[in-house]
T-cell receptor, first 115, second 114 residues
Framework: GAVVSQHPSWVICKSGTSVKIECRSL??????MFWYRQFPKQSLMLMAT?????????EQGVEKDKFLINHASLTLSTLTVTSAHPEDSSFYIC???????????FGDGTRLSIL | AQSVTQPDIHITVSEGASLELRCNYS??????LFWYVQSPGQGLQLLLK??????LVQGIKGFEAEFKRSQSSFNLRKPSVHWSDAAEYFC????????????FGTGTRLTIIP
């Protein structure tokens, strides 16, 4: 149980394009989803927290106009990297939590490479 | 502010030997503690969690962790490691109630030698 699916697992695109990453909770309803960014050999950096049906809460220093988060249903959240540039290349990981007192369950991550 | 310290960046252990990964936390209330494991290029898998009850927590893959409030520690242990245990291990602290974010440690990379 508690499976989180993230898609795509790897994407390469040209600078200036927008990329959408999906995060789905497959066997539970996620009241809260989280988006992280991880640099090589480093820990996870929380980018934003999203609750179903409301606006995401972004961490300090994260550009909300660049990293658009939508949590339209209890099983799906999307992260769109708009006008991506090489410095946006990274490993992006989502997690989902069923509710209070429940742990976060993580997707397998998306490796984004911007050329 | 809450924080997690994993003092060991990299640990090398022989296959079959015992393992202990250290984690110290700083948290203003009762902590909700986690250990996650990450294989290269993958997401994180939950090994175990602790909020209350027995301070020795059993997890998956033969791992256990002990919560010691007096030492603000939540060390992860395994009596006999397998080559498949080689990975990055993250300790994290958060809140049981509310929507507070998790704070992760910097991780400990575990290498297993034959």
């Amino acid at each position: 149980g508690a499976v989180v699916s993230q898609h795509p697992s790897w994407v390469i695109c040209k600078s200036g394009t927008s990329v959408k990453i999906e995060c789905r909770s497959l066997d539970f309803q996620a009241t809260t989803m989280f988006w992280y960014r991880q640099f090589p050999k480093q820990s996870l950096m929380l980018m934003a927290t999203s609750n179903e049906g409301s606006k995401a809460t972004y961490e300090q220093g994260v550009e909300k106009d660049k990293f658009l988060i939508n949590h339209a249903s209890l099983t799906l959240s999307t992260l769109t990297v708009t006008s991506a540039h090489p410095e946006d290349s990274s490993f992006y990981i989502c997690s989902a939590r069923q509710g209070m007192g429940q742990p976060q369950h993580f997707g397998d991550g998306t490796r984004l490479s911007i050329l | 502010a809450q924080s997690v310290t994993q003092p060991d960046i990299h640990i090398t252990v022989s296959e079959g030997a015992s393992l202990e990964l250290r984690c110290n936390y700083s948290y203003g209330a009762t902590p909700y503690l986690f250990w996650y494991v990450q294989s290269p290029g993958q997401g994180l898998q939950l090994l175990l969690k602790y909020f209350s009850g027995d301070t020795l927590v059993q997890g998956i893959k033969g791992f256990e962790a002990e919560f010691k409030r007096s030492q603000s520690s939540f060390n992860l242990r395994k009596p006999s490691v397998h080559w498949s245990d080689a990975a990055e291990y993250f300790c994290a602290v958060g809140a049981y109630f509310g929507n507070e974010k998790l704070t992760f440690g910097t991780g400990t990379r575990l290498t297993i030698i034959p």
